[in-house]
């Protein structure tokens, strides 16, 4: 199997999954309980998940392993099974892919903050060099730390990676549009800070995920691109702004209305989009659709 890169180099815009944490909530899972132990107690209906994007069209399904660093799964007294959720997690989503889908091990931001001194970053990297190293023996051939802010977590996140695993590796931050029209994380960083510093750090395709929906996500690209016009790039958007309505969380954008920006994202220089919370098989069988049209 080539590598995302690979593909890319040959002018692909490739597909990847939609949103798996609202998915799981809609399959049962209970405010506070922990998702990764799915992985152990409920794979089928992981694996069901996975198998609705890989039918959908997706060339690539993640793993269900957002939280599944030893400082998240800490609180629910879980740390200790790191090694075995996260094997658990690929082992899943590799048998939903078969062997001509990427796998993309999933690793999100530990909850730690440097500058508060909550964490060092010798023990970042260390939770971050568990977690892949068991998603790439699990069977993940790429891994894409995502959600992150801050830069020195992303990149003790994409160095841990790299020295441990032989996987490619994706980093996805999520970034505000501020009054100004522009964008920053949480932590202040811009696409093209990110941009600059995940290229010194090694990162083979670089993007943004959650935090907007498609529309946004367009100048994002584009901000990214006026710093670098060859690293791939990956785009998991929203599936709108959420709204909250008869207490729940709603993501009111339908595939319809995100794939009307769709060509705008590739012309905007996207080479992989998938989506981010409230989207669903729908939203990427509509991504897929409309990519097969313009390419």
């Not at 367009?218 to 309505?245: F, K, M, T």
């Amino acid at each position: 199997m080539n590598t995302l890169a690979d593909d890319i180099k040959k002018g692909i815009v490739l597909i990847s999954d939609g949103a798996w944490g609202t998915f799981l909530q809609d399959k049962g899972l209970a405010p506070g309980e922990c998702p990764e132990l799915w992985n152990l107690e409920r794979p089928e209906d992981v694996l069901a998940i996975a198998r609705s994007y890989i039918d959908a069209g997706s060339d690539m399904i993640e793993t269900n392993s957002f939280g599944g660093n030893s400082f998240k799964l800490s609180p629910y007294g879980l740390a200790s099974k790191v090694t075995e959720i996260n094997k658990a997690a690929a082992r899943i989503s590799r048998k939903a892919a078969g062997n001509n889908r990427h796998v993309l091990g999933s690793l999100g931001p530990t909850g730690k903050i440097l500058l508060m001194g909550d964490v060092t970053v010798e023990e970042l990297y260390e939770a971050f060099r568990e977690q892949a190293v068991a998603l790439y023996e699990g069977g993940a051939d790429a891994l894409v730390i995502e959600t992150m802010s801050d830069l020195d977590e992303s990149r003790a996140a994409v160095k841990a990676c790299k020295e441990n695993t032989s996987a490619e590796v994706l980093c996805t931050m999520t970034f505000e549009k501020t009054a100004d029209n522009t964008f920053h994380t949480m932590m202040g960083v811009t696409p093209s800070e990110m941009t600059r510093e995940m290229l010194r750090a090694g990162a083979d395709i670089i993007g943004a995920n959650c935090g907007n929906g498609i529309q946004n996500m367009i100048g994002i690209v584009r901000e990214i691109r006026s710093i670098d016009n060859s690293i791939p790039v990956l785009i998991h958007a929203n599936a709108g702004a959420p709204v909250y309505q008869d207490g729940k969380t709603i993501y009111p954008e339908t595939p319809e209305q995100m794939g009307a920006y769709v060509k705008t994202l590739i012309d905007a220089g996207a080479n992989i989009i998938g989506g981010c919370c409230g989207t669903t098989p729908e939203h990427i069988r509509k991504i897929v659709d409309l990519v097969k049209k313009y390419l």
